[in-house]
């Protein structure tokens, strides 16, 4: 069994930095990409960062140049420092781990977390 446990959500002013971080725990043998989904109310999850086992980063346009992603693999967690956030980055935030479960896993396995809020108001 997998855990991905997310903290660092809340409530920030306009303007103001949030970190998420987000451990991943269990029957793990290694882990791919890891990455932050959000969805906000009414719209669909999508992608706002990911990062490969190698330290490849990919961010949806609307995060670039304020979100950086980062990973701690041998603590099998990811980070995402959030600047200069807005109202529109409202949403819950959800961690992802694609990853193999143990050397006999012919194939990789998606995992998720349960998700924190963000919220950024005034």
């Known amino acids: 069994q997998v855990q991905l446990v997310e903290s660092g959500g809340g409530l920030v002013q306009p303007g103001g930095s949030l970190r998420l971080s987000c451990a991943a725990s269990?029957?793990?043998?290694?882990?791919?990409?890891m990455g932050w989904y959000r969805q906000a109310p009414g719209k669909q999850r999508e992608l706002a960062a990911r990062?490969?086992?190698?330290?490849?980063?990919n961010y949806a346009d609307s995060v670039k140049g304020r979100f950086t992603i980062s990973r701690d693999n041998a603590k099998n967690t990811i980070y995402l420092q959030m600047n200069s956030l807005k109202p529109e980055d409202t949403a819950v935030y959800y961690c992802?781990?694609?990853?193999?479960?143990?050397?006999?896993?012919?194939?990789?396995?998606?995992?998720w977390g349960q998700g924190t809020q963000v919220t950024v108001s005034s």
């Open positions: 990062i490969s086992s190698s330290g490849r980063t």
């Open positions: 992802n781990a694609l990853l193999r479960t143990s050397a006999l896993a012919s194939s990789l396995t998606n995992y």
């Open positions: 269990g029957s793990i043998f290694s882990i791919n990409t």
